[in-house]
C-alpha cells in the first residue's frame, strides 16, 4: 500500500498547543492542512542547543524509512529557519511518563506492564534486526495512541550499526538517560538493560536511583548491585515478573536475553490487547495538552518552594 504524502514546508502546519518537552526538542499538536489530518510536530532548535544538524537529519530519515507497528514513524521532515520539523502521527494518550503522573504515581498492575513492555520488546526485535540501537528506552519514550495501541518513540540518541566516520566513532560515547543507562552503550544487549529499569519505572511510577544526581546514578550502577523487586516490598507482583527484570539486569551484557529470546518469557503470557490499554489507563484522563499544562504548573510551584539551604546543598555535592 502506498503512503500518505505529507508536504514539506511549515506553511501547510497550523500548530495548536504543546504536548511534549525534552532536552533538545519541542512537541505539538498541529494539523496537516491539505490532509485534514491531526499530526504531532517534534521542532528542534539547531541553534538554542547546539545540535548537530547532519547527524539528526540522518534520524529524522531512519524515522521515515522505519515499517513496525510498535515503532513510531516519521511521515517526512524539513529544515525551517533553524529548526528542523519532524512530522509524526499524534500519539493522544501521551508518554507512559505523562500517564503515571497524571494517575498512577505508584506505578500500573502487572498486566498493563505486560502487555507495554510486549509490544515494546516486538519494536526492539525490529529495530535490532534492522541494525539500530535505541540507547533511549523509558517510559517518557513509550507513547500510546487513542485505540491503546504501544510504540517506541524519539530516535534521539539512537544508533545504527551499519554507519561509519564520525557517528559510528560517537556511539561509544555518554548518551541516554543516566537512571536507564548502562555504559557498554554499543550493543544490542544495553537496549536490555533499559528496558529491566524501564519495567521498574513502571511497577513503582519512578525508576531506580531517580532521585540522585546523575554522576551518583551511574556511580550507583556500576558500584552497587543491580537493582530489581524486592521480594519483601513487592509482593503484589509475581515470581515472573521479578524473573524477568532480573533477566534483563544482569551487569554482564553477554549474559543478557536477545529481545526475541525475552519475548518467549512465561511473564508476557499474561499480556493483553491494545483495547485493554485503552480501557484500562486511559479512560478518563485529561486531554494530553491538559496534562502537559499541570506538569509545566507543578514544575512551576516547585522551583517556587526551593529552599537554598547551604547545608542542602553541601550535603547533595557529597553524594556525587
Known amino acids: 500500500m502506498e503512503r500518505k504524502k505529507y508536504p514539506i514546508g511549515n506553511e501547510h ?5 504543546e504536548v511534549g518537552q525534552g532536552v533538545s526538542a519541542s512537541v505539538y499538536r498541529a494539523i496537516c492542512i491539505p490532509n485534514h489530518e491531526i499530526v504531532a510536530i517534534k521542532i528542534i532548535d539547531f541553534e538554542r542547543h547546539n545540535s548537530d544538524l547532519a547527524s539528526i537529519s540522518r534520524e529524522a530519515q531512519t524515522m521515515i524509512l522505519v515499517d513496525n507497528p510498535n515503532v513510531l514513524r516519521a511521515y517526512c521532515s524539513f529544515v525551517s529557519d ?48 534492522h541494525g539500530h540501537i535505541h540507547r533511549d528506552v523509558k517510559a517518557g519514550n513509550i507513547l500510546v495512541d ?13 544508533a545504527c550499526l551499519f554507519d561509519s566516520g564520525d557517528r559510528q566513532r560517537t556511539r561509544n560515547t555518554f548518551v541516554g538517560t543516566p537512571c536507564w543507562y548502562t555504559l557498554k552503550a554499543n550493543i544490542f544487549v544495553a537496549d536490555i538493560w533499559s528496558f ?6 513502571l511497577a513503582h511510577g519512578h525508576a531506580p536511583f531517580s532521585k540522585y544526581p546523575p554522576m551518583k546514578v551511574l556511580l550507583m550502577t556500576l558500584q552497587n548491585a543491580p537493582p530489581g523487586l524486592d521480594y519483601e516490598r513487592d509482593k503484589k507482583f509475581s515470581k515472573s515478573f521479578k524473573n524477568m527484570i532480573a533477566q534483563c539486569l544482569v551487569k554482564e551484557p553477554s549474559k543478557r536475553p536477545s529481545a526475541r529470546k525475552l519475548l518467549k518469557h512465561p511473564f508476557f503470557k499474561q499480556a493483553r490487547s491494545n483495547d485493554y490499554i485503552c480501557r484500562t489507563i486511559l479512560e478518563g484522563l485529561p486531554t494530553l495538552g491538559d496534562r502537559m ?28
Open 13 to 17: 502546519y497550523e500548530i495548536y498547543e
Open 293 to 320: 499544562k499541570e506538569l509545566k504548573n507543578e514544575y512551576k510551584r516547585g522551583i517556587s518552594g526551593w529552599n537554598f539551604n547551604v547545608e542542602d546543598i553541601k550535603a547533595e555535592a557529597s553524594l556525587v
Open 82 to 129: 533553524h529548526n528542523l520539523w519532524v512530522v509524526m502521527p499524534f500519539m493522544e494518550g501521551g508518554s507512559c511518563l505523562h500517564i503515571l503522573k497524571a494517575a498512577y504515581p505508584d506505578g500500573f498492575k502487572e498486566s498493563v506492564i505486560a502487555t507495554i513492555l510486549r509490544e515494546i520488546l516486538k519494536g526492539l526485535e525490529y529495530l535490532h534486526q
Open 146 to 158: 487513542a485505540r491503546g495501541a504501544i510504540k517506541l518513540g524519539d530516535f534521539g540518541v539512537s
Open 196 to 201: 529491566g529499569i524501564t519495567a521498574l519505572e
